[in-house]
């Protein structure tokens, strides 16, 4: 069982439709990240929250727009995206952004037709 | 951050103890040693993690050699439910900058066969 949840588990949608991706902790954690895992390949990160600001951008397309409206919930909201963007989209949260543990959802499956 | 060396993959008998080897010969002194796992179809999961001297929790033990440029993850009774990739990771323990940040390798595929 996980501390982080993410919803929906699975997510199909056509390239011109906007979603969004809902990650929800209730640990009292300040940081919270996002991560794309593609298939066979290791999590890779995407963008940093501490303290419901954006603290890292790594390079990401802004057809991926994060949002973080209070301690325990991050959003990342879709619009336009690729088939290439088909993927494992992960959430997890840290106490702050120090040497703690980061835990994990089990994230939602993406895929773009 | 250090890059980390880990076999592709092993095998393990259920019930006996599996011993995950990591090569992070670069490693600086303010850098931890996390391990994580990723169970197929989950997110990753946090095991343990180690500065310099051995850590033991009640999923694992991390031994670290001396010199700290390995360490070994070790599952003292291996269950076909510990199937999964094992990731070895070196992070700088700061609150700032990219840094800090998570950087997962290829890990390596354990499979603990009946």
């Known amino acids: 069982d996980t501390e982080v949840t993410q919803t929906p588990k699975h997510l199909v949608m056509g390239m011109t439709n906007k979603k969004s991706l809902k990650c929800e902790q209730h640990?009292?954690?300040?940081?919270m990240y996002w991560y794309k895992q593609k298939a066979k390949k290791p999590p890779e990160l995407m963008f940093v929250y501490s303290y419901e600001k954006l603290s890292i951008n790594e390079s990401v397309p802004s057809r991926f727009s994060p949002e973080c409206p209070n301690s325990s919930l991050l959003n990342l909201h879709l619009h336009a995206l690729q088939p290439e963007d088909s993927a494992l989209y992960l959430c997890?949260?840290?106490?702050?952004?120090?040497?703690?543990?980061?835990?994990f959802g089990d994230g939602t499956r993406l895929s773009i037709l | 951050d250090a890059k980390t060396t880990q076999p592709t993959s092993m095998d393990c008998a259920e019930g006996r103890a599996a011993n995950l080897p990591c090569n992070h010969s670069t490693i600086s002194g303010n850098e931890y040693v996390y391990w994580y796992r990723q169970i197929h179809s989950q997110g990753p999961q946090y095991i343990i993690h180690?500065?310099?001297n051995n850590e033991t929790n009640e999923m694992a033990s991390l031994i670290i050699t001396e010199d700290r440029k390995s360490s070994t993850l070790i599952l003292p009774h291996a269950t076909l439910r510990d199937t999964a990739v094992y990731y070895c990771i070196v992070r700088v323990a700061n609150y700032g900058g990219s840094q800090g940040n998570l950087i997962f390798g290829k890990g390596t595929k354990l499979s603990v066969k009946p």
């Open positions: 640990m009292g954690h300040r940081a």
């Open positions: 997890a949260s840290s106490l702050t952004r120090g040497y703690q543990p980061q835990h």
């Open positions: 180690g500065l310099k």
